[in-house]
């Protein structure tokens, strides 16, 4: 059994969802101006682990 989030902290994790959303844009963006492969690769890593991120405060959000 799950309890119900507060408003603050719904309030919070829809500010973290903002944040990591940016940061995914952002992310994604740069990666096509990059040109060396190592820093292009921790970037990809950056993509994949914020977008597991944003499913997982998907699915508190969800879950209340």
């Known amino acids: 059994m799950q309890k119900a989030l507060g408003v603050h902290e719904s309030l919070e994790l829809h500010e973290l969802l903002t944040f990591k959303n940016v940061c995914l844009t952002k992310s994604s ?4 101006l990059v040109n ?13 682990a914020t ?7 998907q699915n508190l959000m969800q879950g209340q």
């Open 29 to 32: 963006t740069m990666m096509g």
């Open 36 to 48: 060396c492969e190592e820093l292009r690769g921790l970037m990809q890593q950056d993509v994949q």
């Open 51 to 57: 977008k597991q991120s944003i499913q997982q405060i």
